[in-house]
């Protein structure tokens, strides 16, 4: 098929790699070193899924109408992406591969004629350097779209992206989003103090604040009337339970998703976002569960303080040490 990649940083740079190598024909969009490097170098893919180097064609914007779009960038770079590309991609099915929960939305909203799905990928790459990814851990890819079941196309396209890459076709992809966005409570704290993500979950304090923010995402959840989808493990009741243990109890949370990383070290996305020198999409993270608990009339203290924190961390360039982030949890106890 002919493929389309928008967006060609860690996972835009894996999907395109590995459906090239599967034997379609992928065109990705880039700009700036990125663009320079595809074209000089391909993408070079090492790690969890082999070593592969891919000679995808690169362009700014797409020139013609592919079979199929991934949008693969980041949640607040989505709009604009594909509003550029808005000319040939309307009317074609899309797959929006992104954490939060917008993503699906907004590309309908702007191609209102194209069959549009989101896809969760739990696949932890490293943006090594423009055109080069290194995949630290190789799991699936859910795809799906609305609260109900898995639908005929969401099945063809699984089959198609499963070609190249492990999918599963989702049932309730909305409350799967929201689940994801709870396993995305790994990313800010790394950000804030510059730790891999294993490091912060090692540390007992940091390993505190991560799962309340988890915590307080799932109560939001409820608040809002989700009914979380199935996706690593968890889903709806055990994510209930989790709510309702005590503090102390619920660290097996992160403890469990660490145990599943392997001993490379993990930035998660935001931090590899600050290190790049972009903007991060916190807001879409931390923050969108600061903005459904506003929605559902309760707040969410530990979200708004590590988006805050994130925000800091990208205005300074200085990671925060251990030490104050803590100090600054303290503060909302107080």
């Not at 074609?92 to 549009?116: E, F, H, K, M, Y």
């Amino acid at each position: 098929m002919n493929i389309a990649v928008i967006g060609a940083g860690a996972l835009g740079g894996t999907f395109a790699t590995l459906l090239a190598r599967a034997g379609h024909t992928v065109t990705v969009t880039a700009r700036g070193p990125a663009l320079a490097a595809i074209r000089a170098e391909g993408i070079s893919l090492t790690g969890a899924f082999g070593t592969v180097r891919q000679h995808p064609l690169a362009l700014e914007r797409l020139a013609r109408t592919p079979q199929l779009t991934l949008v693969c960038t980041k949640a607040q770079d989505a709009a604009a992406a594909i509003g550029e590309n808005a000319r040939v991609l309307d009317g074609s099915p899309v797959i929006v591969v992104q954490n939060g929960l917008d993503g699906v939305l907004t590309a309908g909203s702007l191609l209102p004629r194209s069959d549009c799905f989101g896809a969760l990928s739990i696949i932890a790459a490293n943006y090594a350097a423009p055109g080069q990814v290194t995949i630290t851990t190789a799991a699936p890819t859910y795809l799906g779209r609305g609260t109900g079941a898995a639908d005929a196309a969401t099945l063809a396209w699984r089959d198609v992206l499963a070609g190249a890459v492990p999918t599963v076709a989702l049932d309730n992809f909305v409350g799967a989003q929201w689940t994801k966005l709870v396993v995305n409570m790994l990313n800010a704290l790394p950000a804030i103090t510059g730790m891999s993500v294993q490091n912060v979950i090692d540390h007992a304090g940091l390993r505190r604040v991560m799962t309340e923010s988890m915590r307080e995402t799932v109560e939001v959840g409820m608040k809002r009337g989700v009914r979380y989808g199935s996706l690593q493990g968890l889903g709806d009741r055990p994510l209930r339970a989790f709510s309702r243990l005590p503090p102390a109890l619920g660290q097996v949370l992160p403890l469990r998703l660490k145990a599943r990383m392997g001993d490379v070290p993990n930035l998660g996305s935001t931090q590899q976002s600050l290190k790049r020198g972009q903007l991060t999409e916190v807001d879409f993270l931390n923050g969108a569960v600061v903005r459904e608990a506003a929605l559902a009339g309760v707040q969410a203290p530990v979200n708004e303080l590590l988006t805050t924190l994130v925000h800091e961390v990208e205005a300074r360039g200085v990671s925060l040490a251990p030490y104050d982030v803590l100090e600054r949890f303290a503060a909302l106890r107080r």
